[in-house]
């Protein structure tokens, strides 16, 4: 009895391994496909142009030259467009979780007055659109044209992000708690401030997360509404690093190539530069963030 349990045992043991195996090296596989466009960036960034142009630039950097981040440097459009993209990611998040963790408390209330016509409304939105022409009217009819109010106000309320701040109240804090507040003489704004707001930290670091990063990588609303260049956040000129490293025009043929060569370089740079601040971010906040994701998504 006791050779069969060992031999069952056994041969468990040695399936499991060939499991692990193999699961281990899907695990490794699709790890190499989402991080090696992110390590060619970095070691592109830092490889010499003709050697990235040229195919050579594999597995390791090839004649190791910053020249692209001494450029990029120099460049006073780039660091313009710094300040302007950490301005309006700051406000753009500070607005948006304002008015997100308000609506989510109000819709999880089931005292709120008119509460399916609210829901309904904003479940529209996120299937239907007016489309961008007549976005683009609202803004100019607003004035808000050519002004950082056209990139922050228009994305200050996600749907999405809504309805999974709604959820986690519904389902991370409870009811008790709130009538102990009110047998205590709280009122809803003291309860709402003292007792639901410190036990929602989670779902607020997930929500500035997505709102910060979403801003940050935005540019198509910066696109279509500024016009002055020293307005342009830090992706659009990225976008205009991109496009000059695809075209170049005038002078001669060598200095053409140079462009070319220097455009290149900078679009590594620059996405390494750009991505920065989101890398340095998600650290703080990565504990809350499984939480408030797996909490937000019970319903």
């Given at each position: 009895?006791e050779?069969?349990?060992?031999?069952?045992?056994?041969?468990?043991?040695?399936?499991?391994?060939?499991?692990?195996?193999?699961?281990?090296?899907i695990?490794l596989?699709?790890?190499?496909?989402?991080?090696?466009?992110?390590?060619?960036?970095?070691?592109?960034?830092?490889?010499n142009?003709?050697?990235?142009?040229?195919?050579?630039?594999?597995?390791?950097?090839?004649?190791?030259t910053?020249?692209?981040?001494?450029?990029?440097?120099?460049?006073?459009?780039?660091w313009?467009?710094?300040?302007?993209?950490?301005?309006?990611t700051?406000?753009?998040?500070?607005?948006?979780?304002?008015?997100?963790?308000?609506?989510?408390?109000?819709?999880?209330?089931?005292?709120?007055?008119?509460?399916k016509?609210?829901?309904?409304?904003?479940?529209?939105?996120?299937?239907?659109?007016?489309?961008l022409?007549?976005?683009?009217?609202?803004?100019?009819?607003?004035?808000?044209?050519?002004?950082?109010?056209?990139?922050?106000?228009?994305?200050?309320?996600?749907?999405?992000?809504?309805?999974?701040?709604?959820?986690?109240?519904?389902?991370?804090i409870?009811?008790?708690?709130?009538?102990?507040?009110?047998?205590?003489?709280?009122?809803?704004?003291?309860?709402?401030?003292?007792?639901?707001?410190?036990?929602?930290?989670?779902?607020?670091?997930?929500?500035?997360?997505?709102?910060?990063?979403?801003?940050?990588?935005?540019y198509?609303?910066?696109?279509?509404?500024?016009?002055?260049?020293?307005?342009?956040?830090?992706?659009?000129?990225?976008?205009?690093?991109?496009?000059?490293?695809?075209?170049?025009?005038?002078?001669?043929?060598?200095?053409i190539?140079?462009?070319?060569?220097?455009?290149?370089q900078?679009?590594?740079?620059?996405?390494?530069v750009?991505?920065?601040?989101?890398?340095?971010?998600?650290?703080?906040?990565?504990?809350?963030?499984?939480?408030?994701?797996?909490?937000?998504?019970?319903?």
């Amino acid at each position: 009895m006791e050779k069969t349990l060992v031999r069952n045992k056994r041969r468990e043991s040695r399936g499991d391994r060939v499991f692990y195996a193999v699961n281990l090296t899907i695990l490794l596989l699709l790890a190499a496909i989402v991080l090696y466009p992110l390590y060619f960036i970095v070691i592109a960034s830092i490889s010499n142009a003709d050697a990235v142009l040229g195919g050579r630039v594999y597995l390791y950097p090839v004649d190791i030259t910053l020249v692209g981040y001494s450029k990029i440097i120099e460049r006073t459009d780039v660091w313009l467009g710094y300040l302007n993209t950490i301005i309006y990611t700051f406000l753009s998040t500070v607005i948006s979780l304002f008015v997100t963790i308000l609506a989510g408390w109000a819709l999880s209330r089931k005292s709120l007055p008119f509460r399916k016509f609210f829901m309904v409304f904003f479940i529209i939105t996120m299937f239907f659109g007016g489309g961008l022409i007549p976005f683009y009217n609202v803004v100019s009819s607003l004035g808000l044209l050519d002004s950082m109010w056209a990139i922050i106000l228009p994305s200050a309320l996600s749907a999405w992000n809504l309805f999974m701040t709604k959820t986690f109240f519904e389902v991370g804090i409870s009811e008790s708690m709130i009538e102990a507040a009110e047998i205590d003489g709280a009122g809803q704004v003291r309860t709402f401030l003292f007792v639901v707001l410190p036990l929602s930290k989670a779902i607020m670091a997930v929500m500035a997360l997505y709102y910060a990063v979403g801003q940050w990588n935005s540019y198509f609303n910066a696109m279509i509404f500024l016009q002055t260049e020293e307005k342009y956040p830090l992706q659009l000129v990225l976008r205009e690093i991109l496009i000059a490293s695809e075209t170049t025009t005038g002078g001669s043929g060598e200095t053409i190539l140079e462009q070319y060569r220097l455009a290149n370089q900078l679009k590594y740079v620059s996405v390494i530069v750009s991505s920065l601040p989101v890398i340095v971010l998600y650290p703080f906040v990565q504990k809350y963030f499984a939480q408030g994701v797996m909490i937000g998504s019970l319903k």
